[in-house]
Nanobody, 120 residues
Framework: QVQLVESGGGLVTPGGSLRLSCVVS????????MGWHRQIPGKQRELVAS???????DYADSVSGRFTISRDNAKNTVYLQMDRLKPDDTAVYYC??????????????WGQGTQVTVSS
């Protein structure tokens, strides 16, 4: 019933930009928190950005100042704008949803993942 469909991944050179999108269906999008996680080879999966139902945002130190999470409730879509990309950003990125109006501590649904590769 609940689906998170991601798009926007790809190959980019260092210093470039990508914009990831995630369309949510099957639940009340505006009532829930959204996040972006990533799996970097050789490292633990990490939460890179999150946004509450009310629009408050939080970022991992590794991406702060370079990535921007946003949501468009009219389109049931969450975005991750990634600027000044580095090779260390290479990872599979996952869109995630957690129930509740505050910041999420348990992620209830995950997208399929989209590959982001930063390489020259």
């Amino acid at each position: 019933q609940v689906q998170l469909v991601e798009s926007g991944g790809g190959l980019v050179t260092p210093g470039g930009s990508l914009r990831l999108s995630c369309v949510v269906s099957g639940t009340a999008f505006n009532m829930n928190g959204m996040g972006w996680h990533r799996q970097i080879p050789g490292k633990q999966r990490e939460l890179v950005a999150s946004i509450t139902a009310g629009g408050s945002t939080d970022y991992a130190d590794s991406v702060s100042g370079r990535f921007t999470i946003s949501r468009d409730n009219a389109k049931n879509t969450v975005y991750l704008q990634m600027d000044r990309l580095k090779p260390d950003d290479t990872a599979v990125y996952y869109c995630t949803l957690g129930y509740g109006l505050g910041f999420v501590d348990r992620w209830n649904y995950w997208g399929q993942g989209t590959q982001v590769t930063v390489s020259s």
